[in-house]
């Protein structure tokens, strides 16, 4: 009876260590993903425009990189310049409020003069562009708190930052030093949301740009829009 049945052990044997290798393979196929880092994301953001010269030359430039931003706009500034702000939407950028005087003591002097303000803006960029706006940055920027909450009602997003490339913290910076300002703020951050500014006395953020976005690209980051 033993020799009987001794191959069909042998067999049952055989078919045990085969499955047991190629179990070892699925296993070593299907590894869980150890390590890989999260997905990475930079937010270009840009106050204080529109300008003729300093915002038509970043516009090139995100154009050429086939990189969206968002502009938070001085209404005030906009008048002779209509064609920017409207270029600026044309090209899918989003376009928010930033101020309409970017005057601090009438901005914040009441929940009253703060809407007044907001409305102006958000007003003229209606009418240029067709668009209603509703993201939001607070002119020297703070957290205010019970503003926020006020304009949340209403809608609007309040957006901030976590990092600047420094061409209004750092007087007379060149690019070389703008760029050297983002990378060091941007360090080690997952999610960046950039401070620029594209008002005419900016010309340098303009220039330092094109090596900001490669920065980014070289790094791994996705370029997002609010």
């Not at 045990?16 to 196929?29: P, R, Y």
């Not at 003069?113 to 209603?132: F, M, S």
């Not at 951050?189 to 006395?201: E, F, M, P, Q």
Request: with cysteine; proline share 3%.
């Amino acid at each position: 009876m033993q020799r009987k049945f001794l191959p069909v052990t042998l067999v049952l044997v055989v078919l045990l260590a085969m499955l047991a290798v190629l179990g070892l393979k699925n296993a070593a196929d299907v590894s869980p993903t150890i390590g890989i880092a999260e997905s990475k994301e930079v937010y270009l953001t840009f106050d204080d425009g529109p300008s003729t010269v300093v915002t038509n030359r970043i516009l090139d430039t995100l154009k050429e990189e086939g990189v969206k931003a968002t502009f938070f706009i001085v209404s005030d500034r906009v008048e002779g310049r209509e064609k920017t702000l409207k270029r600026i939407a044309e090209e899918g950028h989003t376009v928010g409020v930033h101020s309409a005087s970017h005057d601090y003591a009438k901005i914040y002097a009441s929940e009253k003069t703060l809407l007044a303000d907001v409305e102006k803006c958000a007003a003229v960029i209606r009418k240029q562009t067709g668009i209603v706006p509703k993201v939001y940055r607070f002119p020297g920027g703070g957290a205010h708190k019970q503003y926020t909450k006020l304009l949340t009602e209403r809608g609007y997003t309040v957006v901030s930052w976590n990092a600047v490339c420094g061409d209004e913290e750092i007087r007379g910076a060149d690019s070389q030093r703008l760029y050297e300002e983002t990378v060091k703020t941007s360090g080690g951050k997952k999610s960046v949301v950039l401070l620029l500014h594209d008002s005419a006395n900016h010309k340098q953020t303009a220039e330092a740009l094109p090596r900001i976005i490669a920065y980014y690209k070289t790094n791994g980051y996705t370029f997002k829009q609010f």
